[in-house]
């Protein structure tokens, strides 16, 4: 058996806002969509780093006929991890989109990166990993 990750599916109770803020963060509109019917019809945003299928997607997704999710706990099931740059910049980046920083960005010389842990505007988490400082 051969398997390969393509996307991630992340359900959304504000699927604008959502967009708005990864957006901001760099990423790219690949497609919008709306299809299914009764209690899996969704309002989709199709994202990327590259804006197209080349790149992983996420894809942001509204389910119509149901209530939105309730907020992410920490440490919640399932985390959304980027790598960047410059850890601390995207920390600030979070936070002017409407982000919050859950744990500052710090080095983790275990595994030979700086990482942050943040949280969309719906409260899910994102951990953000970059080279340590002075690196």
Known sequence: MSIATIATKLVVGDLAATERFYRALGLQVV???LGGEDEVRQEQCWLSATGDASAHILILSRFVELPPPPAPTYPGEVWLAFN??????ACAAVTAAGGGVHRPGEDRPEHGVRAAVVTDPEGHFI???GPMAGR
């Open 31 to 33: 497609s919008r969509n």
């Open 84 to 89: 960047v740059p410059d850890v601390d910049a």
């Open 127 to 129: 951990e953000l990993v």
